[in-house]
């Protein structure tokens, strides 16, 4: 992608109020933005934006509403430090920072006629929401939908009653698995790629697309999983988290290899990060 197609957004973060906030999981908020002034923010389903909590800092946070609902602008954020913590602690009508939205996004426009294969590891499920509600609503485009989402226990599972509907409306496949649970679990306990058999049995894998976003661990050994059930490196795409500052291309910050995640991903296809990947801290 050309440097000026990635600066979409400008390096003035803009006044968005909270309208509302969603407690998702004990440490995880969606908050529901809004611009005052402005015309509701288009999106590509895998894009993110800077959040500025003021006084306190910016990070990158993925959009994770449906790209089809611009003007219901959600993001969903886990407390893991100083500026996470302080976004999850807004209130609705609290004011915050945005500059956006930046990054490449989810080609599933790209993929219709195949098989799309949603794997989301705990939170990864943010950055994919928007992709699943865009393919849901071209259902018709597509051979079939399948999401295999891993959670550490039943009570961190992401957007349950969304799963709930999404499973009731019957238009895709979901399989849950958590890594450990009581006996009030009845679904299936272990890490997410030990669903992959049962979740594409029936399948051609010369026909899937897959769509891999969670724990960097997770989607290394995801995709390695994958490529060795016959799915193609060409046809999967991963989504990096690296530190930002400037999200245009131009700090070095977010450097990943040869590329840059805030200008060049953070979706990636598989195949052109499969060697960094490999190596820890690249
Ligand atoms: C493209 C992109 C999209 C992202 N989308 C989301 C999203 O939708 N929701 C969301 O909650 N976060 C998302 N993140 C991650 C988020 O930006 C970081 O959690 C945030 O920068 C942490 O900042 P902090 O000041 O709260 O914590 P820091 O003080 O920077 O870090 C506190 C502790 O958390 C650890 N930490 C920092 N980042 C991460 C991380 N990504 N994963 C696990 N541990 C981490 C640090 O190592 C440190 O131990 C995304 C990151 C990128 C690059
Ligand atoms: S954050 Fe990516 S180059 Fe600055």
């Known amino acids: 992608m050309p440097a000026e197609a990635a600066i979409s957004g400008s390096m003035r973060p803009q006044p968005y109020r909270v309208t ?52 219901e602008l959600l993001h969903t954020v886990r407390r893991v430090g100083a500026v996470s913590s302080a976004l ?13 939205p930046f990054g490449s996004h989810w080609p599933v426009e790209t993929e219709r006629g195949r098989h799309l294969l949603f794997v989301a590891g705990g939170l990864g499920l943010a950055p994919l929401r928007p992709a699943i509600c865009r393919a849901l609503a071209r259902r018709a485009d597509y051979a ?21 509907g999404w499973a009731a409306a019957g238009a895709m496949k979901i399989h849950v698995c ?3 649970a009581g006996p009030e679990w009845g679904g299936p306990v272990g890490v997410v790629t030990s669903q992959f058999p049962r979740a594409l049995d029936g399948i051609a894998p010369d026909r899937v697309s897959a769509f891999l976003c969670g724990p960097e661990i997770m989607m290394r050994h995801g995709c390695g999983d994958l490529e060795h059930l016959g799915i193609h490196p060409e046809r999967m795409w991963i989504s990096m988290e690296r530190n ?4 245009t291309g131009l700090c070095g910050h977010c450097q990943f290899g040869a590329d840059f995640v805030c200008r060049d991903g953070p979706v990636f296809r598989y195949r052109r990060v499969r060697r960094p990947l490999g190596i820890r801290e690249v």
């Not at 509302?20 to 923010?41: H, I, K, M, N, S």
């Not at 807004?90 to 004011?95: D, H, I, K, P, Q």
């Not at 599972?157 to 799963?163: E, G, K, N, P, V």
Request: some cysteine.
């Open 244 to 247: 930002m500052k400037c999200a």
């Open 178 to 180: 958590v890594d450990h």
């Open 88 to 100: 999850a602690q807004l209130e609705r009508g609290a004011v915050l920072g945005l500059r956006g």
């Open 20 to 71: 509302e906030v969603l407690r998702e999981l004990d440490d995880v908020v969606t908050l529901r933005l809004a611009a005052e002034d402005r015309a509701p923010l288009p999106f590509r389903p895998g894009q993110f934006n800077m959040l500025y909590a003021f006084a306190t800092g910016e990070i990158p946070v993925s959009i994770s509403g449906d790209p089809s609902r611009p003007d």
């Open 144 to 164: 079939g939908i399948t999401l295999v989402l891993g959670a550490r226990s039943p009570r961190e599972i992401l957007y349950a009653w969304q799963l709930a």
